[in-house]
């Protein structure tokens, strides 16, 4: 770990050596979807949005793919009702040195009770390659997500929780090393959170940092890494009181060191430690994109090389196709996520640490885990504390071993965009939940449904529409049929 803080530091201080970097593809993918307007003009301005959904279903929840890739706005209720909306702004001058964007939107939520919330609250500034980011932000936290569309979401981050508060200190995206001509990129980034949620252990701080490379640059083949390091620190336990949130706590939080104020901390490290790396090929020609990626996930473990860790049959393996000659078909999408390993069932044997039962997005101090409003941070694969009904642990993971088998597609008919999603998911319970035993080995299998299409009715004053159909079919979640609509209105409030 302390090698990977001094490569960040060393190529946080080369950065005013380097040249602006054109906007990346993620951002394009991302502009694209999310409705933000890159490309309708070059001029600064201030624009507003509205949408509002609505969601019914026959089962106990709402159909998995219709509430987890929401950020966090809609509920996994059989019926409720969302309303998003509010102002931001986009960043338009890519080759000025100084640009900035800023969002203040707010979510409604109504199902069993009604909540409001910042669901888009943040000012990001770039100053030639870097970049501050201070607020409620709806991203991908530094990750390559090749598919945002389609991706059933990345190991450590996902689309599925609502943005943790947060300040990020990064590169612009990847930026060129100097001299190496654009052959050879690099990014980096640190943040600084807060998890307000306070759900069991209150007041923590989140800790992320990553650092990527990209070779290749203009060649039809790159191949890029990247690694990310995370935690939960600080706050103030029911059992174990204060948790720390000295700077020395922060420096052994950076360093992955051991330290605390309790013996699990003292003799382990001191926080709730989690990362993932992301081994990525890209093969690339005139209108198309193959992409081929492989993350792991590791928690409280040594770092070693993607390619040699303890728990290598743990991942997630991908692919996907993006192509502009055909629209009817514009992107697939392959995902295989397994988690059943986590480096065997023993953590010790009579005393004797062998290093098993990982317990993936679980910890014994922080019994919420990396979830965030009970929702898993990461994979929404793993099943999420808003599904428990025990209220033992209803702020718990009980449910991550999985192997998950994700495919999509989307594309545009005649203005119609529509995506397509399908995932089958067998889930073998948990390890260990600590003192609940009767929780552990619990076999259940999902496959979740989604059908989706989009339009914009120009006549009925420029009004976007989104119907999407979906279902569950299974044991773990229960059978569930339904639907959501959702009516969306953006304009501008002024240029300059």
């Known amino acids: 770990m302390r090698r990977v803080v001094f490569i960040i530091s060393v190529l946080l201080l080369s950065v005013p050596c380097m040249r602006l970097s054109a906007r990346s593809g993620l951002q394009a993918s991302l502009a694209g979807y999310y409705g933000y307007s890159w490309e309708r003009t070059s001029q600064d301005s201030l624009e507003w949005s509205a949408e509002l959904s609505g969601v019914a279903s026959s089962g106990r929840y709402a159909p998995f793919w219709v509430h987890s890739a929401s950020y966090g706005s809609i509920s996994a209720m059989p019926y409720s009702g969302a309303l998003l909306g509010g102002i931001y702004k986009t960043e338009r001058q890519p080759h000025r040195w100084l640009d900035y964007s800023a969002s203040a939107q707010v979510a409604m939520q109504v199902d069993r009770s009604f909540h ?287 192997t998950a088998h994700h495919a999509g597609i989307y594309g545009d008919i005649k203005g119609y965009q529509y995506r397509l999603l399908c995932s089958h998911v067998t889930n073998y319970g948990i390890y260990n939940l600590y003192d609940i035993p009767s929780n552990r080995l619990v076999k259940s299998h999902n496959t979740s449904l989604l059908v989706e299409v989009e339009h914009c009715f120009q006549k009925a004053w420029g009004l976007q529409f989104k119907l999407a159909l979906a279902a569950d079919i299974g044991s773990q979640f229960g059978n569930s049929f339904g639907g959501m609509l959702t009516i969306s209105k953006r304009g501008i409030v002024t240029e300059w």
């Not at 174990?240 to 420096?251: E, F, K, R």
């Not at 992955?256 to 093969?283: C, I, Y």
């Open 116 to 402: 409001i919330y910042p669901h888009s609250a943040y000012f990001s500034a770039r100053l030639y390659v870097f970049r501050i980011t201070a607020g409620f932000k709806p991203d991908t936290y530094g990750y390559d997500t090749h598919c945002p569309q389609l991706t059933g979401g990345n190991m450590l981050f996902s689309q599925n929780a609502r943005p943790v508060p947060r300040i990020t200190i990064s590169t612009n995206g990847y930026i060129p090393i100097p001299f190496l001509f654009g052959y050879a990129e690099f990014k980096a980034g640190l943040s600084h959170g807060w998890f307000i949620d306070n759900i069991y252990v209150r007041h923590s701080f989140l800790h992320h940092k990553y650092i990527g490379g990209r070779l290749g640059g203009n060649l039809p083949v790159n191949l890029s890494y990247e690694f990310h390091h995370a935690a939960q620190w600080g706050g103030v336990s029911p059992v174990h009181g204060d948790l720390g949130s000295s700077i020395h706590s922060y420096i052994r939080i950076f360093t992955a060191a051991n330290g605390g104020n309790n013996n699990n901390d003292q003799m382990n490290a001191e926080g709730n430690h989690v990362g993932s790396q992301q081994l990525a090929l890209t093969a690339k020609g005139t209108g198309w994109r193959v992409t081929a990626y492989w993350q792991n996930f590791f928690e409280d473990a040594p770092i070693k090389p993607i390619w040699s860790s303890v728990n290598i049959s743990d991942g997630l393996w991908g692919i996907c196709i993006h192509q502009n000659h055909w629209q009817y078909i514009q992107g697939a999408l392959y995902e295989l996520t397994n988690t059943t390993d986590q480096s065997g069932l023993l953590h010790d044997i009579d005393g004797l640490v062998i290093g098993g039962n990982d317990g993936y997005f679980t910890n014994y101090i922080y019994r919420n885990g990396w979830n965030y409003y009970r929702m898993s941070l990461g994979t929404p694969f793993i099943t999420s504390p808003i599904y428990n009904s025990n209220s033992k642990t209803e702020t718990q993971t009980v449910n991550n071993r999985i």
